[in-house]
């Protein structure tokens, strides 16, 4: 059995408080360190079932310097030897290496390194033969799928175009490799196969279907797969198909409920478009409108956001009630992928935003919004905001702060007003380590500029959130009192980062943030 083994001698606690449990406030403690703090240490160990008996990994490098991203044995019915991805503190350069389960010793076969940081994703999987592995990069500018050798001598390159890849599965015969691509179009997905002789890339997912995000669960042997296909106008319908050929076997959920309520609303489709920003740069970016919009009048703009790198908002995939319900009110609601994001539009795309996370995509989301101001004279340029959560929070203080002329209501749910509290992981990986960029740290975290707040501000947090802590939330309450800033405020004493726990949390929030914006944001034309 091999395992990890954490040390967490020296890790700094952070403390949640549950004040509503009982009869006494009830605190719990646990390692996190943040930015520039000290790392657990983390070795791996081998038990033999037979004599209990531990052989440790020699790993090489400070244990609390790098990070063992992944451990598994190296091929299938393979008990001898561990394959063990190591990052280091900065996460730039990873380290494949192969472990003997006996003695421990290690032999590097694959170094992957990057001028900003590399990925780490789970797609290692092994041939039947234990000879070789499938390995995705993006050192040729674009996440692709390769075949290394087991000694890394070798690689071959399987997907050669100009795309971004995710790989999905590789079958039990080892003679495919399935992965979703969306080679026109970011915001849709469609399956694709290849050969791991690097032959026969083909889409698997009908040409019929021109738009939707598409997912599969895949069987081992690759015959078949579970379907899941929605858009942006339409819910998910989940099939049971064959592969190669996609045939439909079975319906396994139509949806048909959902769908008759869906056509009953009436809802205004979905629209994809780009803007283009300052230095020809162009976002992609979607709009949902009321449906019976008067062009001759001015509607209210609130711009839904995330825009750090751990994810996408313009993905034609079914989603956002609360947004329709918003533009059936009178709002017109808009996203924007701005430089940075985990767009499918290769690597230089997603490293933009290198050390400048709350810094350069609050500027791409703010020049997204003067340009739709410019062009669709029908949004109003007095009644524009923001909303986001997580790190779309973080974005929303920022852009209220920072362009406190451009946008005039935010409303923050569990944001990370100072980027020197979170964790190290996360934080070192897009921005480095506070000690070494300092002024990055400072002109990214929205707490440094609440003295230009001048319009609607609601922030909001779970007191119970484990990973944007609530800490950070009183943070800014405190840096805005201090600058006599006027402000609304929610907390959910039971409320962790999603905000679910309690009874009729979730249902509360959003009535909460629909009723501010109604105030202080009203809908409808002028």
Known sequence: IAYWQFDETGVRR????DNVS???????????PKGGQQNSSCRIGVVEVETAETTWIKVPGDPRENYLARMEWAGPKN?????????????????VMIAERRGGAVTTVLTEKDSTWVVVNNDLNW????????????????????????????TTKLTTDNFDIDLLHVDTSGLWAYFLASPQNPAHRYLYRVGLDGEGLRRLTPESERRGTHSYRISPSGDFAVWTRSDADTPSITRLVSLPDHAVIKTLEGNLELHAKIRA?????????????????????????????????????????????AGQVVRDSWGGLWHHMLAQQGYVVMSFDNRGSRSPLGRAWRREAFQKIGILPPKDQASAVRTVLKERPWLDAERVGSWG???????????????????????????????RHYDTIYQERYMGLPSENRKAFRE???????????????????????????QTYLRLVDRLIEHNKVFSMMTYPRGTHSIREGKNARRHLYETMTRFL???????PR
């Open 444 to 470: 990214g975290s929205p707490i440094n500029f609440v003295e230009n707040l001048k319009g609607n501000l609601l922030i909001i947090h779970g007191a119970a959130d484990d990973n944007c802590h609530y």
């Open 79 to 95: 008990s001898d030897q561990l394959v063990i991805q190591q990052l280091n503190r900065a996460q730039n350069k990873k380290l």
């Open 22 to 32: 009982a009869l006494y406030p009830k605190v719990t403690r646990f390692g996190y």
């Open 389 to 419: 959560w997580s790190g779309g929070g973080s974005m929303s203080l920022n852009a209220i702060f920072k362009f406190p002329d451009l946008y005039h209501t935010a409303i923050a749910v569990a944001s990370v007003p100072d980027q």
């Open 518 to 524: 109604h105030e202080k944001m009203p809908p409808g």
């Open 265 to 309: 609303l009436n809802l205004a489709p979905v629209e994809f478009f780009d803007v283009q920003i300052e230095e020809g740069v162009r976002l992609p970016a979607r709009c949902i409108h009321p449906r019976n919009l008067d062009r001759t009048r001015r509607y209210p703009l609130l711009v839904y956001v995330y825009g750090e790198p």
């Open 127 to 154: 041939t039947p033969d234990g000879k070789s592995f499938t390995w995705t990069s993006e050192r040729d500018g674009w996440e692709q799928l390769y075949r290394i050798s087991r000694d890394g001598t070798k």
């Open 14 to 17: 952070q403390t949640l408080v």
